[in-house]
């Protein structure tokens, strides 16, 4: 059974940081382009935030540029996103997903930034 599971979510003040993890079961990340998608409130589309290729080059949206780096793991099949500088408008549930051929969405984590 394919399975995403997101983590690393929480409440931080602005300026602050957080590392978001996603690691998946039953599909191998190697060989996908991995991306950090945001929902920022219920009903809202999810935006790309990030995606990550298997060679490690990345593509940021302009938002967060400067602030955020996706990673990977292939060995531990699990994608990462670094979160700096983070300000209220990063609020969202954060999802990670392939890019192409989409796997069942996890049920996401949530980060909130206070002002």
């Known amino acids: 059974q394919v399975q995403l599971v997101e983590s690393g979510g929480g409440l931080v003040q602005a300026g602050g940081s957080l590392r978001l993890s996603c690691a998946a079961s039953g599909a191998m990340v190697s060989g996908s382009v991995m991306a950090w998608y945001r929902q920022q409130a219920p009903g809202k589309q999810r935006d790309l935030v990030a995606?990550?290729?298997?060679?490690?080059?990345?593509n940021y949206t302009d938002s967060v540029k400067g602030r955020f780096i996706i990673s990977r793991d292939n060995a531990k099949n699990t994608v990462y996103l670094q979160m700096n500088s983070l300000q209220p408008e990063d609020s969202a549930i954060y999802y990670c997903?392939?890019?192409?051929?989409?796997?069942?969405w996890g049920q996401g984590t949530q980060v909130t930034v206070s002002s």
């Open positions: 997903n392939r890019v192409r051929f989409k796997l069942a």
């Open positions: 995606f990550i290729r298997d060679d490690g080059s990345t």
